[in-house]
């Protein structure tokens, strides 16, 4: 993984797939060293600093772990999702479901599809 020494929370998201929220909450749970980023309104825009213990707790996480059994399983793809599409949202989501979760959701899409969590949401549209 190409950490950089200090990170928005943001991009740590993009690079690890959990939320800013999730990174947010290991930084004052383990007490992982941050800094303020000057210029941003409101003062609590922060860089993570990565050091070897906030590095070593990411790439030990179930989801780097899997990240990284992927990456040696899959050849390199030529596509990319950008951090704020839909897309990027669905499968950050989906990824911090449990297994059990999944599985459920699995079960939802195949026997209602698409058409079915569409309509649950209250998105349909009316077509005529």
């Known amino acids: 993984m190409n950490f950089k020494p200090k990170m928005t929370p943001q991009e740590l998201?993009?690079?690890?797939?959990?939320?800013?929220?999730t990174l947010n909450r290991w930084v004052r749970k383990f007490g992982w060293k941050t800094s303020t980023l000057p210029g941003v309104k409101g003062g609590r825009a922060h860089v993570i600093h990565v050091d070897d213990d906030v590095r070593e707790y990411?790439?030990?996480?179930?989801?780097?772990?899997?990240?990284?059994?992927?990456?040696?399983?899959?050849?390199?793809?030529?596509?990319a999702v950008k951090g704020d599409s839909l897309e990027y949202l669905w499968l950050a989501s989906l990824r911090q479901l449990t297994e059990s979760e999944r599985e459920q959701l699995?079960?939802?899409?195949?026997?209602?599809?698409?058409?079915?969590?569409?309509?649950r949401l209250g998105l349909q549209e009316d077509r005529q």
Do not use: V, W
Not at 13 to 21: K, R, V
């Open 13 to 21: 998201s993009e690079l690890t797939g959990y939320t800013p929220q």
């Open 58 to 79: 990411l790439m030990n996480t179930p989801l780097m772990r899997n990240a990284q059994q992927a990456q040696l399983a899959e050849p390199e793809s030529h596509y």
């Open 106 to 119: 699995h079960t939802l899409l195949y026997r209602e599809g698409i058409g079915g969590i569409i309509r």
